[in-house]
Structure formats: structure tokens, C-alpha cells
């Protein structure tokens, strides 16, 4: 264990912390930090130059995307990355990966990378950024803390279940049930390994990285405790929250069925219901933005070229409108009030 930045395995320009949480029943839990700083001119001319960036991961997964990382610190943002406990760099021998029972735990995670980031450059701005189920924590998370964060981006965060609202209402007692006296039980497999392969299709995954362990082609296996803790959270997210600052949603304009194969697979949403979580969104606050982005995955930064040139466009143009003070959107030479 670490208790000071070391390389990370992501290579230059990438470094990571141990963050030490106590025990749990099934031994140590850590999370850990990766940091991106800005270069020195970033850092004194960049639009966000006083802005931190707090990422967390999806289900099954952990932070490798050098490129996001790059767009922030260009930006002059400082860019952090959080794999959750029990995820990736944090996976520890004896641990069921991913496994959690409520969703508010991962408040000691994230309040742990909040403290080394103040330490790291002092107290600035906020911008967390979730991907699909890091989309729900953080959404929950904000709106437990809604004066914590300037603005928030989700990237196809998980919202709302794929079975829809109906169909979550109908499961969640049966999950609750089997959460209760089973919550380590087994569900059946339903990930056929279809994204993962559009996603190799694509080229989106770096070679240098084995995504064998932290991510592996058909996901972790699953359990009742889990599931009972994200349709929690779906159902929190249902009956509205408010997370306490502008956020953008960005999500693909298509779902299509990941159980056979077919070439839309590398040109939609195999994981989520998208109209799903577009209506879901409108629950998580009073200025939400939807950028549905043509051609993406389910992580529309890891989509073909295009479609990742038109969802970094999306979000350069909303970011600096919400957090640039120089920026025309918020100080136009030219007043049009009367």
C-alpha cells in the first residue's frame, strides 16, 4: 500500500495514491486516486485553470482513458480519477469485485480523494464527471452535497434500470428478498461480451493496459446486495433529486439489444436503455443539458472518431459556457437584456 503518488501504469504524466478505508468483512478496502496535473502554461491560461475534476468509473471497470484526461488538463483543469473500492487498482485478493450494498458508502471513497485533492492545490472548483453506474453515485452524491460541485457531467449514467420503471417496481422486492438473506448470491449471466467486442472493433481500448482482471470481456458476476443497492438508487433518482449545479447528460441517440451481434453494436447503446435515462434526467435537477450524440457507445468516449470528436465538442462548448467567466455565454460584449 501507498501513502504517496507513485507512477501509475497509464505512463507519463499519470500518478497514483492509496487511499486507505478501514476493513470491511472481507479484509483491507482501499480506494485509489490517479492524477493528470496541466503543463505550466495550462495551468496560468487554461479556462479552468482553478477547476478540479473528480471521474469515476462504470460497473465492471476502472479509469484508463488518457484522452479524457488530456481534454481536462488542456482546459488547465487538474484531473483526477477515483477507482472505487473493490474496483481495478483498488481490487484486492479475497475481495467480490465491485460489490457494495448501498451506494452511500462510497462517500468515505470519494470524501478521501476530496482531502488529497485539497492538500494537493488547495480549495477550487469542482467538476465531477460519472460514467454510467459512477454517473449514479456521483448524481446521488451531489445531491446529499449540493453545494459541493460547479458542474457535473455524466456520461450515459445508469438512472434508471433497463427493465424500465415498471419492471424496477415489479424486481425490487424479489431483490430485496434475495438482498436480505442472499446478498452474495449469484444472478444469472446476461453480459455475452458484445460491448466489449464492439469496443475491440472500435479500437478504443489501449493494448498496453490487461483489461483481463479489472475488466473483464463479459463484467463481473453479480449479486442481490448489489443489485438491491443500485435500484435504490434508481428509485431515489425517480422520485427527483437535486444536485445543486448545471449538468450535462451525454448520452447516445440509440439503444440497440446486446444479445446477438450486429455491426449497430459499434454505433449505439448496448448496455443502457437511452430514452430511459434521457427521462430519467430530467429528475436529477433544475439545469440539466442532453447531448444525444449520433454513432456513440455506452461510453460516448470511447466511441468511432466521430462521434468522440462531436461529444468532447458538446462538452468544450457547455463546460466553458458554465464555468468561464470570459466566456461570451456569460459575459457577452454585447448586453441583450433591455
Known amino acids: 500500500m501507498t501513502t504517496f503518488w507513485v507512477p501509475d501504469l497509464l505512463g507519463d504524466g499519470f500518478e497514483q495514491l492509496t487511499l486507505p478505508l478501514g476493513h470491511d468483512d472481507e479484509g483491507s478496502v482501499v480506494a485509489t486516486l490517479v492524477r493528470s496535473i496541466p503543463n505550466r502554461l495550462s495551468r496560468v491560461t487554461g479556462p479552468l485553470a482553478d477547476v478540479d475534476v473528480l471521474y469515476v468509473h462504470g460497473w465492471s471497470d476502472f479509469f484508463f482513458q488518457t484522452e479524457l484526461a488530456h481534454f481536462w488538463t488542456r482546459l488547465g483543469a487538474r484531473f483526477y480519477a477515483l477507482d472505487l473500492r473493490k474496483y481495478g487498482r483498488s481490487l484486492r485478493e479475497g475481495h467480490t469485485p465491485g460489490y457494495i450494498e448501498s451506494l452511500e458508502t462510497y462517500d468515505e471513497d470519494i470524501a478521501a480523494a476530496r482531502e488529497v485533492m485539497a492538500r494537493d492545490a488547495g480549495t477550487r472548483r469542482l467538476v465531477l464527471m460519472g460514467h454510467s453506474t459512477g454517473g449514479l453515485t456521483l448524481t446521488l452524491w451531489a445531491a446529499r452535497h449540493p453545494d459541493a460541485a460547479s ?7 445508469w438512472l434508471e434500470l433497463q427493465l424500465g420503471a415498471v419492471g424496477r417496481q415489479a424486481l425490487a422486492p424479489l431483490v430485496g428478498v434475495r438482498a436480505k438473506f442472499d446478498p452474495r448470491g449469484t444472478h444469472p449471466a446476461v453480459d455475452l461480451g458484445y460491448y466489449t467486442r464492439a469496443q475491440n472493433e472500435l479500437g478504443s481500448l489501449p493494448p498496453s493496459v490487461d483489461m483481463s482482471v479489472w475488466r473483464p470481456p463479459r463484467g463481473f458476476a453479480t449479486h442481490p446486495g448489489w443489485l438491491n443497492a443500485v435500484i435504490q438508487g434508481h428509485r431515489t433518482v425517480a422520485a427527483g433529486v437535486e444536485v445543486g ?35 430519467a434526467a430530467t429528475r436529477i435537477g433544475s439545469l440539466v ?11 460516448v468516449f470511447l466511441s468511432a472518431a466521430e462521434p468522440r470528436r462531436q461529444a468532447y465538442d458538446a462538452l468544450e462548448q457547455w463546460i466553458i459556457g458554465c464555468l468561464d467567466p470570459r466566456h461570451p455565454l456569460l459575459f457577452g460584449a454585447t448586453d441583450p437584456r433591455p
Open 151 to 157: 458542474a457535473i457531467v455524466l456520461n450515459s449514467p
Open 245 to 279: 449545479a448545471p449538468a450535462l447528460v451525454l448520452l447516445s441517440k440509440r439503444f440497440t439489444s446486446p444479445f446477438t451481434w450486429s455491426e449497430a453494436l459499434t454505433t449505439s447503446d448496448s448496455v443502457l436503455v437511452v430514452d430511459d435515462i434521457a427521462r
Open 289 to 299: 443539458t442532453i447531448a444525444r450524440i449520433d454513432g456513440a457507445i455506452h461510453d
